[in-house]
Structure formats: structure tokens, C-alpha cells
């Protein structure tokens, strides 16, 4: 199974943006899915969490701003992001935890936040 993110582009601070994260194969049997970010000169972080189940968990600095769904239907995740921030532009990235153990990652898609 391979993941692709995509919805990431330029917005002025305030502004909103939906990523999508696309797999090729059924996401139902995953256990886990989230996104992270990496901006420059930073490390990768985790960014939002949700579960086989619905559970949700999120970074303390996106909660109240961002949402991450699932559609197991159409093999997707989202991350809507609200009242998007300049300290938000990074790289996104999804990735999934399988049965196995074994964790996947899509190629990431540029965020970026004016100001």
C-alpha cells in the first residue's frame, strides 16, 4: 500500500486549508494514521493522530484549529487546518501503522502561511 498527500499551497495567516491523504489500498485494517510536519531546519514532529477506532489525539499548538477524518470508504485521511498560522508552513506528511508494526509515509506536501 503506498500513501500520497496532497491539498498543501500557499495561504494568508487566518486562512484554511484541507489535506488529503490518499492510499492505494484499504485503510481499514490500519491501526493508526496521522500527520507530522517538518519545517525548515526543524525535525519532523507529529502533528495529529486518529485511530482504527476514531480516536483522535492532537498537537497541543494545532487543537481547536485542526481536524483529522478518516473515510475508510474512499481510503482517505484528512487534516482540515483553520486559522492557519505563519509557524504552521512546513512540509506535511501521512503516515500509517499496519498490523504488522511496520509504519508507512506518503511524500510530503508543501504548506506554506503568509503573514
Known amino acids: 500500500v503506498q500513501l500520497q498527500a496532497s491539498g498543501g499551497g500557499l495561504v494568508q495567516a487566518g486562512g484554511s486549508l484541507r489535506l488529503s491523504c490518499a492510499a492505494s489500498g484499504s485503510i481499514f485494517s490500519f491501526n493508526r494514521m496521522g500527520w507530522y510536519r517538518q519545517a525548515p531546519e526543524n525535525l519532523r514532529e507529529w502533528v495529529a493522530r486518529i485511530t482504527r477506532g476514531g480516536s483522535t489525539n492532537y498537537k497541543d499548538s494545532v487543537k481547536g484549529r485542526f481536524t483529522i477524518s478518516r473515510d475508510n470508504a474512499k481510503n482517505t485521511v484528512y487534516l482540515q487546518m483553520n486559522s492557519l498560522k505563519p509557524e504552521d508552513t512546513a512540509v506535511y506528511y501521512c503516515?500509517?501503522?499496519?498490523?504488522?508494526?511496520?509504519?508507512?509515509w506518503g511524500q510530503g506536501t508543501l504548506v506554506t502561511v503568509s503573514s
Open positions: 503516515s500509517a501503522l499496519l498490523p504488522s508494526g511496520a509504519s508507512i
